[in-house]
């Protein structure tokens, strides 16, 4: 079971021998991740393993330095770019911790977020009348009340609100490849269900999806087309879904590479 | 993260420039004299010329305050010009016509058309240059409500009685060194008088320039709202980018008598300096207002320039039910330092205040916020609030809060809550995670937390406010 056998152009986001590093620790260390348009990919793994370095590396957050490898993301090599020129882009990564803004409404935050992608498109600004119908059709979908358009980005959002948020701002930006980073965490069972509908909705045939995740619970909502395990900063097996079940049942220590050769993919 | 902030917070001053106006201008000094000559020029009565000279002789007397939280240079009083007057202001403009162009394109290129027509409509505007007033509109209309708006050295000579009432009446010639200069030295500024139980039927506003080297200003307004009357009044303030620094030495009064009120906002934007700290304004500043029985005068104040800053707007709530407040919002960056906050004094029963100040600092500037909140034996039942806030932009920046609170009845009821937070790489990360550039992220961060200040904004002006702070933000890259 490989994906990364083929040279396939029409590849929505190729991370070839990605190595990377945050203070000086190495982290990731030669990460392969091949994903086409309309997968699912989920990336499992034990802590530590730099699954949420991996999401900060290809998003451009400042202090993660990359060594060596590329990223291409619909034919853009992204690596070089600003973290908001990735976004433009079309990645989008949902925060493990989202942080709060005080006194910025969600409303504003999201419409700014919107015309700054737009304009770098070429596109006009969608006018605030138009906006305000989008934002509150994705406010319900993810099932919050509409005041949330006008509190100030996560400011007092629960744990489970602010993942909702998230998937908010997902459906109103409308990326290519989307990463989501433990977006399960601390959810529980409604929440989670409200999340994955988000996702689903979205899933498409120009759109991707990384799933970042401790848990196989996430993956009987979203049904990934490819699960993937991350340890000591490289892909060390991949599977289809059965194999998330069967991390499950056996942990991950089965799987640690001892050397080199320890990949089984 | 810092550097993209940093970068982010390099800005032009969009008002630097200079008019070329031809003016009469003082030597640099100050002596009896030149007093004498200030007061000719205005025209002034002789009890107002010996009101100056009496308090000429107080600050001779005074010493320069060093409690404030702020460094500079000591001022050379006699190396400041007292007085400087576009030459074309000598002959008494009857009419804009008659007003030399180029100060009317001074104010244009400022955002503030003088032309009536052009103007913002509701808005009433008296346009101070150096030492003069250069015009004040709708003059007429205002006058058929009853309302007086006029320069305060025009005042002086046409509306004595109450004048002399009021001037002094708030903040005495002996209140503060700087009060002091200014009752011996003032110029020009904005006379206002609401009739009682009329409510203001425009906003009003001073614009104030400073233009002429080496030159002080010296502002002098004075607002009476009497019984049962309103008005809404703005200031705003920019001056040329200067290598030395320039002094603003203010004294507003506003007196709110039974059942009147004020509401007082300010946009200043003095030229700050440069980045290390060389040139701008030192703004010295006393604002203060009285208010009678069920009064109410509410400060509202939006800090972005000058060097230095030294300005407390406070309430003296004398009458019972009397309500003050203040909220203030004081960006500093580069080197500017401020050392901002106000005074509430509770005199009569149920005095109510309430005190949102909240301080930005970057750069390796310093803000300090510094509040006195006093309830007097007679002040029974009454309350305060203060909510202070400091947001840090960068590591170099310092944020200082002095409160003060002194409370003599025992059932006066204060609190105070403050906070201090910085521009997180989180914050700044999400802003950008969603598509947009390190500018506007901080812009917006920044906007989110005055808020609550600038919802206090007069309409036309919350707009103009925030556009301010974005400037100020504004970085020149791209």
Same mark, same amino acid.
């Given at each position: 079971?490989?994906?990364?056998?083929? $040279?396939?152009?029409?590849?929505?986001?190729?991370?070839?021998?990605?190595?990377?590093?945050?203070?000086?620790?190495?982290?990731?260390?030669?990460?392969?991740?091949?994903? $086409?348009?309309?997968?699912?990919?989920?990336?499992?793994?034990?802590?530590?393993?730099?699954? @949420?370095?991996?999401?900060? /590396?290809?998003?451009?957050?400042?202090?993660?330095?990359?060594?060596?490898?590329?990223?291409?993301?619909?034919?853009?090599?992204?690596?070089?770019?600003?973290?908001?020129?990735?976004?433009?882009?079309?990645?989008?990564?949902?925060?493990?911790?989202?942080?709060?803004?005080?006194?910025?409404?969600?409303?504003?935050?999201?419409?700014?977020?919107?015309?700054?992608?737009?304009?770098?498109?070429?596109?006009?600004?969608?006018?605030?009348?138009?906006?305000? $119908?989008?934002?509150?059709?994705?406010?319900?979908?993810?099932?919050?009340?509409?005041?949330?358009?006008?509190?100030?980005?996560?400011?007092?959002?629960?744990?489970?609100?602010?993942?909702?948020?998230?998937?908010?701002?997902?459906?109103?930006?409308?990326?290519?490849?989307?990463?989501?980073?433990?977006?399960?965490?601390?959810?529980?069972?409604?929440?989670?269900?409200?999340?994955?509908?988000? /996702?689903?909705?979205?899933?498409?045939?120009?759109? @991707?999806?990384?799933?970042?995740?401790?848990?196989?619970?996430?993956?009987?909502?979203?049904?990934?087309?490819?699960?993937?395990?991350?340890?000591?900063?490289?892909?060390?097996?991949?599977?289809?879904?059965?194999?998330?079940?069967?991390?499950?049942?056996?942990?991950?220590?089965?799987?640690?590479?001892?050397?080199?050769?320890?990949?089984?993919? | 993260?810092?550097?993209?902030?940093?970068?982010?917070?390099?800005?032009?001053?969009?008002?630097?420039?200079? +008019?070329?106006?031809?003016?009469?201008?003082?030597?640099?000094?100050?002596?009896?004299?030149?007093?004498?000559?200030?007061?000719?020029?205005?025209?002034?009565?002789?009890?107002?010329?010996?009101?100056?000279?009496?308090?000429?002789?107080?600050?001779?007397?005074?010493?320069?305050?060093?409690?404030?939280? &702020?460094?500079?240079?000591?001022?050379?009083?006699?190396?400041?010009?007292?007085?400087?007057?576009?030459?074309?202001?000598?002959?008494?403009?009857?009419?804009?016509?008659?007003?030399?162009?180029?100060?009317?394109?001074?104010?244009?290129?400022?955002?503030?058309?003088?032309?009536?027509?052009?103007?913002?409509?509701?808005?009433?505007?008296?346009?101070?240059?150096?030492?003069?007033?250069?015009?004040?509109?709708?003059?007429?209309?205002?006058?058929?409500?009853?309302?007086?708006?006029?320069?305060?050295?025009?005042?002086?000579?046409?509306?004595?009685?109450? &004048? *002399?009432?009021?001037?002094?009446?708030?903040?005495?010639?002996?209140?503060?060194?700087?009060?002091?200069?200014?009752?011996?030295?003032?110029?020009?500024?904005?006379?206002?008088?609401?009739? *009682?139980?009329?409510?203001?039927?425009?906003?009003?506003?001073?614009?104030?320039?400073?233009?002429?080297?080496?030159?002080?200003?010296?502002?002098?307004?004075?607002?009476?709202?009497?019984?049962? +009357?309103?008005?809404? %009044?703005? !200031?705003?303030?920019?001056?040329?980018?200067?290598?030395?620094?320039?002094?603003?030495?203010?004294?507003?009064?506003?007196?709110?008598?039974?059942?009147?009120?004020?509401?007082? +906002?300010?946009?200043?934007?003095?030229?700050?300096?440069?980045?290390?700290?060389?040139?701008?304004? %030192?703004?010295?500043?006393?604002?203060?207002?009285?208010?009678?029985?069920?009064?109410?005068?509410?400060?509202?104040?939006? !800090?972005?320039?000058?060097?230095?800053?030294?300005?407390?707007?406070?309430? #003296? =709530?004398?009458?019972?039910?009397?309500?003050?407040?203040?909220?203030?919002?004081? =960006?500093?960056?580069?080197?500017?330092?401020?050392?901002?906050?106000?005074?509430?004094?509770?005199?009569?029963?149920?005095? *109510?205040?309430?005190?949102?100040?909240?301080?930005?600092?970057?750069?390796?500037?310093?803000?300090?916020?510094?509040?006195?909140?006093?309830?007097?034996?007679?002040?029974?039942?009454?309350?305060?609030?203060?909510?202070?806030?400091?947001?840090?932009?960068?590591?170099?920046?310092?944020?200082?809060?002095?409160?003060?609170?002194?409370?003599?009845?025992?059932?006066?009821?204060?609190?105070?809550?403050?906070?201090?937070?910085? &521009?997180?790489?989180?914050?700044?990360?999400?802003?950008?995670?969603?598509?947009?550039?390190?500018?506007?992220?901080?812009?917006?961060? #920044?906007?989110?937390?005055?808020?609550?200040?600038?919802?206090? =904004?007069?309409?036309?002006?919350?707009?103009?406010?925030?556009?301010?702070?974005?400037?100020? =933000?504004?970085?020149? #890259?791209?």
């Amino acid at each position: 079971m490989s994906n990364t056998n083929t $040279k396939d152009t029409s590849s929505l986001l190729t991370i070839k021998d990605l190595h990377a590093s945050v203070e000086e620790k190495n982290i990731l260390k030669g990460l392969n991740l091949e994903v $086409k348009p309309g997968e699912v990919h989920a990336i499992m793994g034990p802590n530590g393993a730099g699954k @949420s370095t991996m999401g900060y /590396v290809l998003s451009g957050r400042e202090g993660y330095s990359v060594e060596q490898g590329s990223a291409v993301l619909d034919g853009v090599d992204i690596l070089d770019l600003e973290a908001e020129e990735r976004a433009r882009a079309g990645l989008f990564l949902a925060f493990q911790y989202p942080v709060e803004i005080p006194g910025v409404s969600n409303l504003e935050f999201l419409k700014a977020s919107v015309d700054a992608q737009r304009e770098a498109r070429g596109e006009e600004a969608v006018s605030s009348a138009d906006f305000l $119908k989008l934002a509150k059709a994705a406010c319900k979908q993810v099932n919050l009340p509409l005041a949330f358009l006008k509190r100030g980005v996560n400011e007092g959002f629960s744990g489970g609100e602010k993942k909702r948020n998230e998937i908010m701002q997902m459906l109103l930006l409308q990326p290519k490849v989307c990463i989501l980073d433990e977006t399960d965490s601390g959810l529980d069972i409604d929440a989670l269900q409200v999340v994955a509908e988000g /996702v689903n909705s979205q899933r498409s045939n120009d759109r @991707s999806f990384v799933v970042v995740t401790h848990y196989q619970r996430l993956l009987d909502y979203i049904k990934p087309d490819f699960v993937h395990v991350l340890a000591d900063g490289k892909i060390v097996k991949s599977g289809d879904a059965s194999l998330a079940l069967e991390l499950e049942a056996q942990g991950y220590a089965w799987l640690q590479p001892s050397d080199e050769e320890g990949q089984n993919a | 993260m810092t550097d993209q902030i940093d970068k982010a917070l390099e800005r032009e001053y969009e008002a630097g420039f200079v +008019s070329d106006v031809e003016s009469d201008t003082f030597e640099p000094g100050l002596d009896e004299n030149v007093i004498r000559r200030i007061s000719t020029m205005k025209n002034e009565p002789e009890w107002m010329l010996e009101a100056r000279l009496k308090a000429f002789k107080v600050w001779q007397e005074m010493e320069e305050p060093d409690w404030a939280h &702020v460094d500079y240079e000591k001022i050379d009083f006699q190396a400041i010009s007292y007085f400087s007057a576009p030459k074309s202001m000598k002959d008494k403009p009857k009419s804009l016509d008659e007003v030399d162009p180029e100060l009317i394109r001074t104010y244009e290129k400022l955002g503030i058309p003088l032309i009536e027509q052009q103007m913002l409509a509701g808005v009433a505007v008296d346009a101070v240059f150096d030492s003069v007033s250069v015009v004040t509109t709708f003059r007429e209309k205002l006058s058929e409500a009853g309302v007086i708006f006029c320069p305060i050295s025009e005042a002086i000579q046409n509306h004595p009685e109450l &004048v *002399k009432k009021y001037l002094g009446s708030v903040v005495p010639t002996k209140d503060n060194y700087y009060a002091a200069l200014n009752c011996a030295v003032f110029t020009d500024g904005s006379f206002v008088y609401i009739p *009682k139980g009329t409510r203001c039927p425009m906003e009003l506003s001073t614009y104030f320039r400073i233009n002429e080297q080496n030159t002080g200003q010296f502002e002098r307004t004075l607002i009476i709202a009497d019984e049962g +009357s309103h008005v809404s %009044y703005l !200031e705003g303030c920019t001056a040329p980018q200067r290598d030395e620094n320039q002094l603003h030495a203010a004294v507003v009064e506003l007196v709110a008598l039974d059942d009147a009120e004020i509401k007082y +906002s300010t946009v200043q934007n003095w030229y700050p300096g440069d980045e290390n700290g060389k040139g701008g304004i %030192y703004n010295f500043v006393t604002k203060r207002g009285i208010c009678h029985t069920n009064a109410k005068i509410s400060w509202t104040q939006v !800090e972005t320039g000058s060097a230095v800053t030294w300005k407390y707007p406070s309430c #003296v =709530l004398k009458g019972d039910n009397s309500v003050g407040e203040f909220y203030s919002v004081a =960006l500093t960056r580069g080197a500017q330092q401020a050392d901002t906050g106000t005074k509430m004094i509770h005199l009569g029963k149920n005095t *109510k205040s309430t005190i949102i100040s909240k301080g930005i600092s970057a750069g390796r500037s310093n803000n300090s916020y510094r509040g006195l909140v006093r309830m007097n034996p007679g002040a029974d039942g009454a309350r305060n609030f203060t909510q202070c806030d400091s947001l840090l932009i960068g590591d170099q920046c310092g944020a200082h809060t002095f409160p003060y609170v002194e409370s003599r009845n025992p059932s006066a009821i204060v609190e105070h809550e403050a906070t201090t937070s910085k &521009v997180s790489d989180d914050q700044m990360f999400l802003c950008q995670q969603r598509g947009l550039d390190p500018e506007k992220a901080v812009s917006m961060i #920044v906007n989110g937390f005055c808020k609550e200040v600038f919802k206090e =904004l007069p309409m036309e002006f919350a707009v103009e406010a925030g556009k301010l702070l974005e400037i100020s =933000l504004e970085g020149s #890259v791209g």
